[in-house]
T-cell receptor, first 112, second 111 residues
Framework: KAGVTQTPRYLIKTRGQQVTLSCSPI?????VSWYQQTPGQGLQFLFE???????NKGNFPGRFSGRQFSNSRSEMNVSTLELGDSALYLC???????????FGSGTRLTVV | QQQVKQSPQSLIVQKGGISIINCAYE??????FPWYQQFPGKGPALLIA?????SEKKEGRFTISFNKSAKQFSLHIMDSQPGDSATYFC??????????FGKGTMLLVSP
């Protein structure tokens, strides 16, 4: 079966711009979570959506937001980009968090 | 803040040897402890997971040992192979909350 698909794979943006990342979960999975991965901080939780509702939220500023659609696809948005937002953004899906999280390959965001 | 502390940061093991990675946690309400393996350019992949009602779980060459009283759990990779060279993350969660990850261990298995 198809895995978790994240688009785009790579992205270069300028400080102050905004960006939208997309995640298509495994068919039938209703939970989608987003993580930020950096060499210094490791994997940090951003937010989790279950059946279109945000169920959990990490400790990130309001510039980071997300949503989930009725088909379970999810998007995350980062506004007013800062250099420190450069990271690998990972999406994971499961039937219900946290059991059996399957991660996508991520979107590598570089802010210049 | 809930934390999961992972050690060592990096590890070099000879082919055929045993790789051991340790994690310690603080929140006694954690009830799910998975290990993930990540190769460069890929997302983490679930390797093996355990719940606190058992002290050990084995899947092939991979074993999780769990010590509830010490609030520690570890991953053992038996007969380590060069193909096992990757970054390993432990994690923990409580109920349906999200996963809290350790900082990761870079494992290199030398031929």
């Amino acid at each position: 079966k198809a895995g978790v698909t994240q688009t785009p794979r790579y992205l270069i943006k300028t400080r102050g711009q905004q960006v939208t990342l997309s995640c298509s979960p495994i068919s039938g999975h209703r939970s989608v979570s987003w993580y930020q991965q950096t060499p210094g901080q490791g994997l940090q939780f951003l937010f989790e959506y279950f059946s279109e509702t945000q169920r959990n939220k990490g400790n990130f500023p309001g510039r980071f937001s997300g949503r989930q659609f009725s088909n379970s696809r999810s998007e995350m948005n980062v506004s007013t980009l800062e250099l420190g937002d450069s990271a690998l953004y990972l999406c994971a899906s499961s039937l219900d968090a946290p059991d059996g999280y399957t991660f996508g390959s991520g979107t590598r965001l570089t802010v210049v | 803040q809930q934390q999961v502390k992972q050690s060592p940061q990096s590890l070099i093991v000879q082919k055929g040897g045993i790789s051991i990675i340790n994690c310690a946690y603080e929140n006694t309400a954690f009830d799910y402890f998975p290990w993930y393996q990540q190769f460069p350019g890929k997302g983490p992949a679930l390797l093996i997971a355990i719940r606190p009602d058992v002290s050990e779980k084995k899947e092939g060459r991979f074993t999780i040992s769990f010590n509830k009283s010490a609030k520690q759990f570890s991953l053992h990779i038996m007969d380590s192979q060069p193909g096992d060279s990757a970054t390993y993350f432990c994690a923990a969660s409580e109920g349906y909350s999200t996963l809290t990850f350790g900082k990761g261990t870079m494992l290199l298995v030398s031929p």
